[in-house]
């Protein structure tokens, strides 16, 4: 009896010296989760011997609530960034939820509520739907140009592997577009009007050069006035081209082609002196793009290789890529110093001022050439070497989608 009452008190006095320490124990548990929870104003410990791990925990949790103000601070300024940017702006991520959506996007989709959406849910207009699901469907960093109630815009997409995540930005560019149009036809309408005076002062030089008293003047004025004829011709060119954005696709027969070329080339290759030769695979029989406009590019090309060549050989090669058909014009002219490289495709640049003028050149011929490449998809680059030559190499898609 003894012993069991010896025990009994045993074990309540232990019970009581255990409660005295689970409970203090259980209050610093109890801090460690508000701070886990991010409650910061944290109870007092009851047991002195635990004053030290008390004040630890007040010192964290007095940082970590300091870093929280900081990073709703931060995250504060970054939504009254997104919100004033006129562009808009979402995150996708890779379930196709829009994480993030600044006001001018919910403006545009007309939606106020964006942000943990599906995208399918919400985006209704079908031409911005498309490019979301591509990117949806594969993630990549890439743009397209959209156009939205009349409003045109740069859609570009980039995502990031690290958050896989998407940004996407929209970008208005009505106004650039409305001035560049504005500038096309004003280009358009002076050159068409100052075709006509021209042509007459031409036609009228000519019937008074038999009469004309100095001859010399008379050249001048006549080499002058062609030069202008054939600025005028290059900017309707140029023009016509940028109007008619649509290429009429068709499958062009290399051998016909290029038999059509030498025809084209024949007198001026044999006063210049020059040897064209034309290689292609013999398993490479056709090339896809639009003919006319195909031959335009070869007619600039090839008018420069002769034009700068004096006696030597003009080299034109088609060869097969992977997704693409390789064309390299080359010849072993005069070349061009690596300086005028960068500039050379843009319009009116030409290299040597003195000499063009003699030769009658514009500076347009490349700019046509370029553009033409551009509306192919393709690409177009220049190596040269002074004194050595010049290779230009186009590269085409093998195939285009059928609209
Ligand atoms: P246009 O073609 O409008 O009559 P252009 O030939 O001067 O005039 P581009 O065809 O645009 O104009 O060429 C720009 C400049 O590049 C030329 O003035 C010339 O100096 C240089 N160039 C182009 N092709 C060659 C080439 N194959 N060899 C040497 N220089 C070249
Ligand atoms: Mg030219």
Redesign the pocket.
Known sequence: MLTIAIVLVALVIAYFFARKITDPLQNIFTNINKIADKKYALSPSTLPIFNEIMRDLHAIAARLERNQQKISKHRQGFYTLLSSIQESIWIMNTKGIITVANESFENLVGNSNLKDSYFWNVIRYKILYDFIDDIFHEPKTTSREITIENRYYICSASYTAQTKETIFLMYDITEIRSLETMKKDLVLNVSHELRTPLTSIKGFLETIEPKAANQKYIDVIKRNTERLI??VQ?LLNLSKLEQMGDLEIEKINIAEFVDNLKKIFELTLKESENELVVEWPAELKFLEADYFKLEQVFI??L???I???KGGKIKIRFSQLEQHILIE?E?N????APE?LPR?????????KS??RK???????????KHIVNLHAGNIE?K?KLGV??K?SITLPKHYEKK
Not at 344 to 352: A, G, I, M, S
């Open positions: 054939r600025i290059d600039n090309l008018d420069n290789a034009k700068y060549t014009i010849d002219g005069r070349g061009i005028h050379l495709f843009e319009r009116f640049y030409v290299v040597d000499r063009t030769l009658s050149s514009t500076g347009l011929g490349l700019s046509i050439v220049v040269s030559g010049t230009f």
